[in-house]
């Protein structure tokens, strides 16, 4: 294995891959050199927020995408779409995962240039040094790519006119697409700093990632004829497009020279101008919630959790949030498919689900929950995680407080509120009585997941480098997830046919709730100690070391 990466290693620092770095403006030695560097960098886990620069997350990701692309093909067989539909569903999909984390991973690797500040003094240019930067997204291209088209393109031989030849056309296909994609993520953010001012970047990047769902749900919701977004738009080109073929071919060669030429100009005016502005990129955003003020979610944090030790867990995780690249980029990641379901929710508010009816307000107590799971599962980690080391100043018998002034926070602000605000609205349409039991029920479920996913928080939050690896190996848990919370849903459905049976339902969960809060606060102060503990032996280690 050695000898074959030591082969292609060769290869593409050749002559001709060399012409070929040379006729974008890209000098091969300093390319080299700094990918060297990225390099070693990754293999001192010091880039690990990285998804492409970290082999082990890339395979694991890879294999849940070839799992999950096994039974969506196993589906698919059973049904046996036509052919040109099985292929343009891949596709699709294929450029939907693509571009959501090709633009997420962008944006990490543009708008948080740590490596660039520090060589920006060295004579390299700026295409040089964004063509290193970026290279890592085509890591993911290779590994995403496989991964969700192999086993598709080999079933697509079970179709009666597909001949030998359709698993290469189905990749080729895909790996277009996949290239095309990393160039308009690319291209993009060339445009983003051509135009937005520099200090509006480290926004406008992590806003980008999710454009592409709540596009695609526009689209579907939009376009005429079809609830279906793929046949919404087969509809909308047939009724739009001329209908002349050579009228036809000449729009879309005009269409295809048009794109070409904005992801050219995009790319060139990210390779031109990004170093120049690196050092604005480092400081840019670093204000964003920066106005001091007192809080009342911490007044009613210090008045019932604790105290002013209490007020501080409560303050420090709600201005975190506001301020953490590494948080607000993996919360907004999912924000795209919480406006999708709040949307679902929306149309079904009328609809009383004591009158034995299914609705999607069924969904809210469970959206509450998925909202909290998202926030606890990334909470721990932080972009300025060198700086936890001032925790160690604070006394020990503080942090039982800290750490339910953090479960204050998350309760008031993802429990108490929503809920609070649900009932106005369903009180509205349902009457008091229905409204409160189902308030009342949402809260409890809500305070049940928070007390659940509160063990998710791996020591002091925000003290922690992100690891890529985590996301791959948190999708189980989403799956077993999912798969919990349709069953609720469903026992839901056979719950509000009567009040008693949700009134009983609802003291069951508030009392579960009670008992695992208790426990979960004392395993979460558990591991920010252990937490804090490790990052003393790592800082008395270090002085060790220069001592010597």
Not at 165 to 176: E, I, K, N, Q
Not at 374 to 380: H, I, K
Not at 399 to 416: D, E, N, P, T
Not at 487 to 516: D, H, K, M, W
Request: aromatic share 12%.
């Amino acid at each position: 294995m050695n000898a074959i990466r030591e082969a292609i290693k060769r290869l593409l620092r050749g002559r001709a891959v060399s012409r070929l770095l040379a006729s974008f403006g890209i000098d091969p030695k300093r390319y080299w050199l700094l990918m060297d560097l990225f390099g070693e960098i990754s293999d001192r886990g010091e880039v690990g927020d990285q998804l492409g620069s970290n082999g082990m997350a890339l395979k694991k990701f890879a294999l849940a995408y070839f799992l999950m692309s096994a039974v969506l093909s196993l589906l698919m067989l059973v049904r046996r779409p036509p052919l040109p539909a099985y292929f343009l569903t891949f596709l699709v999909l294929t450029a939907l995962f693509l571009l959501v984390v090709l633009l997420s991973e962008a944006g990490n690797s543009l708008v948080n240039p740590t490596e660039g500040l520090v060589l920006a003094h060295q004579p390299i240019d700026g295409a040089t040094y964004t063509a290193a930067k970026l290279s890592h997204l085509g890591r993911i291209v290779l590994y995403f790519v496989p991964g969700l088209n192999v086993l598709p393109a080999l079933a697509g031989l079970m179709w009666k006119e597909a001949d030998w030849r359709y698993p290469l056309l189905h990749m080729t296909a895909a790996l277009v697409v996949g290239v095309m994609a990393a160039l308009l993520c690319c291209a993009a953010f060339g445009w983003l700093i051509r135009f937005l001012p520099v200090r509006r970047l480290r926004a406008a990047a992590q806003l980008a990632s999710g454009v592409t769902l709540l596009f695609l749900y526009g689209v579907q919701n939009v376009l005429p004829g079809s609830s279906s977004a793929t046949r919404g738009l087969l509809a909308f080109l047939r009724h739009w497009l001329p209908d002349r073929p050579a009228a036809r071919w000449s729009l879309g060669i005009a269409l295809a020279t048009a794109a070409i030429a904005i992801v050219a100009l995009g790319i060139r005016s990210l390779s031109a101008d990004y170093l120049i502005r690196v050092s604005g990129l480092m400081r840019g955003g670093s204000a964003a919630g920066a106005k001091a003020g007192r809080s009342w979610i911490a007044d009613l944090s210090a008045r019932w959790f604790g105290g002013q030790g209490s007020r501080a867990g409560c303050a420090f995780v709600s201005r975190m949030m506001l301020r953490d690249f590494q948080f607000r980029r993996q919360v907004l990641g999912v924000a795209p498919m919480l406006v999708i379901t709040g949307a679902a929710l929306v149309q079904g508010l009328r609809t009383d689900p004591f009158t034995g009816k299914f609705t999607a307000v069924h969904l809210a107590p469970h959206l509450f929950g998925f909202m909290l799971f998202t926030v606890c599962s990334v909470l721990a980690y932080g972009s300025d995680y060198k700086g936890a080391w001032v925790f160690l100043l604070a006394p020990s018998g503080v942090l039982g407080r800290f750490a339910r002034g953090v479960y204050a926070f998350l309760w008031i602000a993802g429990v108490i509120i929503p809920n609070l605000v649900l009932f106005l609205i369903l009180a509205w349409f349902w009457g008091l009585p229905h409204a409160g039991l189902f308030a009342a029920y949402s809260l409890a479920a809500g305070s049940t997941y928070l007390a659940l996913e509160l063990r998710l928080i791996e020591g002091m939050p925000f003290s922690k480098p992100f690891d890529s690896t985590r996301g791959a190996g948190m999708l189980p848990l989403m799956f077993l997830g999912g798969f919990a919370i349709a069953l609720a849903v469903g026992l839901q459905y056979l719950l509000f046919r009567s009040a008693a049976p949700v009134l009983i339902a609802t003291t069951v969960l508030a009392s579960a709730a009670y008992f695992l809060t208790r426990s979960s606060l004392t395993a979460f102060e558990v591991s920010i100690r252990y937490n804090l503990g490790l990052v003393s032996v790592e800082s008395g280690t270090l002085y060790k070391e220069v001592g010597t």
